[in-house]
């Protein structure tokens, strides 16, 4: 049976926002750290957050993330509108992809993002359509550490 | 080592203090590839870490507020936007540039005894 939920919100995420992106994973990170989750779930979580959050603004048209807060776990989820993968077990290889000479510039692009994401994440699923979208779920369980 | 001694060491200048004047760092990490800095802050990331970069953009704060990096020297004598300095402030991390090369800058830290970020616990 799902657990109730504690605290829910959703961001949206622009395609191509290089000024803002980041932010909605800030502040994700600081809601947690003000309820008292614990600092290395925080910090987990902050990195799947910020690495999807990227993966929106480089690669999508525009998405939205969906944070639920419940007693025993975390989860959270994206889906974007956009390009779609094509490959998903090439896209999940640490060191594969896709990026722009652009987006290299700007640090991103290492072929790290979706490895960090499934690396920092209980439960992990993704979804995608080429031509249509991509949808994460991420579940990090609190293990009895939620403050 | 306090950011002070770093900068003694680095001949660094201070372009954005830490909120802890006496922040004592321990360890650092090196990289221009962001997602990189994530990977290997995990699972044993240490908070009093300090990322040594050639990237000076806006999304170098970014992570290390995601990745509790407490402050960020720039090597290669590259000087951030004021924009990138603007973000350091808000979310209270300091900023050093040093004209050192990264391999150089990494060299000094960690023969002064700053270790690497990646090591794991109890070791």
New interface residues.
């Given amino acids: 049976m799902q657990s109730k939920t504690v605290f829910q919100q959703k961001y949206k995420i622009k395609g191509g926002d290089?000024v803002n992106?980041?932010e909605s994973?800030?502040k994700i990170?600081n809601i947690l750290k003000e309820i008292g989750i614990d600092?290395?779930i925080v910090?987990?979580l902050?990195?799947v957050a910020?690495?999807a959050e990227m993966n929106v603004v480089l690669y999508a048209k525009h998405g939205i993330m969906y944070l639920f807060i419940y007693p025993d776990k975390i989860l959270l989820k994206i889906e974007d509108k956009g390009q779609g993968i094509k490959n998903i077990n090439l896209a999940m290889r640490p060191g594969y992809s896709t990026a722009t000479e652009e987006i290299r510039e700007?640090?991103?692009g290492?072929?790290?993002?979706l490895?960090?994401i499934k690396?920092?994440a209980d439960v992990f699923k993704i979804t995608s359509k080429v031509g249509k979208g991509t949808a994460l779920e991420i579940i990090i369980n609190l293990n009895g550490k939620n403050g | 080592m306090t950011l002070n001694k770093i900068k003694k060491f680095l001949n660094a200048q201070i372009l954005c203090k830490h909120r802890d004047h006496n922040c004592d760092i321990k360890y650092a990490k090196a990289s221009?590839?962001?997602?990189?800095v994530?990977?290997f802050?995990?699972?044993f990331?240490k908070?009093e870490a300090l990322l040594i970069?050639g990237?000076t953009?806006k999304?170098?704060i970014?992570?290390c507020?995601?990745?509790?990096v407490c402050a960020v020297v720039f090597v290669r004598g590259k000087n951030p936007s004021t924009e990138t300095i603007k973000l350091a402030k808000d979310?209270k991390i300091a900023i050093l540039t040093t004209k050192l090369k990264m391999f150089e800058a990494c060299g000094i830290l960690y023969s002064n005894g700053i270790k690497s970020s990646s090591i794991k616990k109890g070791k």
């Fill in positions: 290089f992106a980041g994973s800030c990170r600092a290395d910090r987990r902050a990195i910020y690495e700007m640090g991103f290492a072929g790290m993002g490895p960090n690396k920092n | 221009d590839l962001m997602s990189d994530l990977a802050s995990q699972p990331s908070p970069t990237l953009n999304h170098v970014r992570t507020e995601i990745a509790g979310c």
